[in-house]
């Protein structure tokens, strides 16, 4: 079956330092691959994605790279901010299933100090 | 834009007893799914629908039931209640297209004793 392995959290950086949280995949399929974002008290905000081999998804400054031969996408900023303290899952849909399940890895929780 | 609505926010529950968590989205789409987040374990598949009047289960499906009798709701009941269901339910909805993200609610956090 499908799974996403997430790096383990909490993450805690300070503002302006460089971070990378690692994120990789088993799937059977082709899957397409996401990045959602979970600010506290509110829900699931999808971040970037990116539907096939070496594709870049991009978004504030975010950016993830589909790396079919590692089976990774590892989602990478260059100079975080405090409002980017969030819970961030990675997650892939199979375009084989039947349903566009996401399949969500754990979640890493960044805490990015002023 | 109201997007993904849920409600309650938040539900204390006794053991045993029922309610139903609502979804309502006004973007017509098709595709409509219920999650549960637990600490440490990312968020499971409930039930999903792909149009109304079609449900399905996903991972962890039992204790709960859903129905799609329109495409704007897709309501989440728990038949009786146990403490293992304290959790916080996510309500999602996508475009019946295989790259269209899906849209969340702001989830309902429910507490079993």
């Known amino acids: 079956g499908n799974s996403v392995t997430q790096m383990e959290g909490p993450v805690t950086l300070s503002e302006e330092a460089f971070l990378t949280i690692n994120c990789t995949y088993t799937a059977t399929g082709y899957p397409s691959l996401f990045w959602y974002v979970q600010y506290p008290g509110e829900g699931l905000q999808l971040l970037l994605k990116?539907?096939?081999?070496?594709d870049k998804g991009s978004n504030k400054g975010f950016e993830a790279t589909y790396r079919k031969e590692t089976t990774s996408f590892h989602l990478e900023k260059g100079s975080v901010q405090v409002s980017d303290s969030a819970v961030y899952f990675c997650?892939?849909?199979?375009?084989?299933?039947?349903?566009?399940?996401?399949?969500f890895g754990s979640g890493t929780q960044l805490t990015v100090l002023p | 834009n109201a997007g993904v609505t849920q409600t309650p926010k938040f539900q204390v529950l006794k053991t045993g007893q029922s309610m139903t968590l609502q979804c309502a989205q006004d973007?017509?789409?098709?595709?409509m799914s219920w999650y549960r987040q637990d600490p440490g374990m990312g968020l499971r598949l409930i039930h999903y629908?792909?149009?109304?009047?079609?449900?399905d289960q996903g991972e962890v499906p039992n204790g709960y039931n859903v129905s799609r009798s329109t495409t704007e709701d897709f309501p989440l009941r728990l038949l009786s209640a146990a403490p293992s269901q304290t959790s916080v339910y996510f309500c999602?909805?996508?475009?019946?297209?295989?790259?269209?993200?899906?849209?969340f609610g702001d989830g309902t956090r429910l507490s079993i004793l």
């Open positions: 973007m017509n789409h098709e595709y």
């Open positions: 990116a539907t096939k081999a070496d």
């Open positions: 629908s792909v149009g109304a009047g079609i449900t």
């Open positions: 997650a892939l849909s199979d375009l084989r299933a039947s349903a566009r399940q996401l399949t």
């Open positions: 999602a909805s996508s475009r019946d297209t295989s790259n269209q993200p899906q849209h």
